[in-house]
């Protein structure tokens, strides 16, 4: 039977891989919620969840976090693959201040990401956007001006559809919340 301490790693683990997986491809894939999902059931039913939420702290969090932003997909400002991911964060962590937390977090770190989004698209329409190519590295400016040079060409850039990697953004706040301390003594 795995332990507490196992399962608090694959759950890390789990959320390094949709941290990864978001802020590279801007999506997360059903088959690593389902992951998420199966490993907690595990440890709910095994004895081992490492929060030590019990059954109905767990469905009652899984159920906060999936209603709290499933408005926020119906206005089709977060993808589907983030209110899952929140929905299985829920599961784990239970209905608890931890859970807030991660949404706060992630939420400020989303926000800082469209600062960034919306000062570049504006950067890129000044003169300081050629100087700045001309000057940085060849593959820093290749991957930073690539879809004005395809757009200019004619020819169709990468396009990310989803400009904020949410769900990474909330992984990475619940990596640094339980780096930063044990959850389990304040659940």
């Given at each position: 039977m795995p332990s507490p301490v196992l399962m608090m790693s694959l759950w890390l683990l789990w959320l390094i891989a949709i941290a990864v997986m978001d802020?590279?491809?801007?999506k997360v894939r059903n088959w690593m919620v389902l992951l998420g999902l199966g490993t907690g059931l595990v440890a709910l039913a095994g004895g081992v969840q490492p929060?030590?939420?019990?059954?109905?702290?767990?469905?009652?969090g899984m159920l906060a976090a999936f209603a709290a932003l499933l408005p926020f997909y119906?206005?089709?400002?977060?993808g589907a693959g983030d209110v899952k991911f929140a929905a299985?964060?829920?599961?784990?962590?239970?209905?608890?201040?931890?859970?807030?937390?991660?949404w706060i977090g992630g939420s400020l770190l989303a926000g800082l990401h469209g600062l960034c989004v919306l000062t570049w698209r504006r950067l890129r329409a000044t003169p300081t956007a050629s100087w700045l190519q001309a000057?940085?590295?060849?593959?820093?400016?290749?991957?930073?001006?690539?879809?004005?040079?395809?757009?200019?060409?004619?020819?169709?850039?990468?396009?990310?559809?989803?400009?904020?990697?949410?769900?990474?953004?909330?992984?990475?706040?619940?990596?640094?919340?339980?780096?930063?301390?044990?959850?389990?003594?304040?659940?």
């Open positions: 802020l590279r491809s801007r929060f030590q939420v019990t059954a109905w702290k767990a469905l009652l119906a206005l089709r400002w977060m299985v964060v829920g599961l784990w962590l239970g209905f608890s201040p931890q859970l807030l937390a991660i000057r940085l590295p060849l593959r820093a400016a290749t991957a930073l001006f690539a879809a004005d040079d395809c757009a200019a060409r004619g020819n169709a850039p990468r396009v990310i559809e989803r400009s904020i990697p949410y769900a990474g953004y909330m992984a990475l706040t619940a990596i640094w919340l339980v780096l930063a301390g044990d959850p389990a003594r304040t659940t």
